[in-house]
């Protein structure tokens, strides 16, 4: 079962409050895949939407060295998210998760109070 002890990240992002949220499932995924691939502790995984292609998501995910200038950042239980402004907003009140019911394990989106229930 994926542990749903988060706390709401809160940052202060051209003007308005960023509400992504990371589980402690996700954080470890993410900080684990970074030590694998031997990146540095500054990178990140960094979240962002390209024009439509022929994937099922429109949000793009990547390992990034650093965030873009105007990437808002997450920084929670030792990994690092970094969020394109251009999604920001659709991450609003978003938890990124652990789906480690299927094989192998991937990130998930959910809602904060579908984490909560």
Not at 101 to 107: A, K, Y
């Amino acid at each position: 079962t994926v542990p749903y002890e988060y706390e709401t990240v809160v940052i202060e992002s051209l003007g308005r409050a960023l509400m992504l949220d990371l589980s402690l499932g996700a954080a470890a995924y993410v900080d684990e895949a970074r030590r694998q691939f031997d990146l540095p502790d500054s990178a990140g995984l960094r979240i962002w939407i390209e024009e439509a292609d022929d994937t099922d998501s429109p949000f793009h995910v990547a390992f990034a060295s650093a965030p873009h200038a105007s990437d808002d950042v997450v920084e929670k239980w030792g990994a690092r998210v970094f969020v394109s402004s251009e999604v920001s907003h659709v991450l609003d009140e978003q938890l990124l998760d652990l789906d480690d019911d299927s094989e192998p394990p991937h990130l998930v989106l959910r809602s904060q109070h579908e984490g909560a229930a």
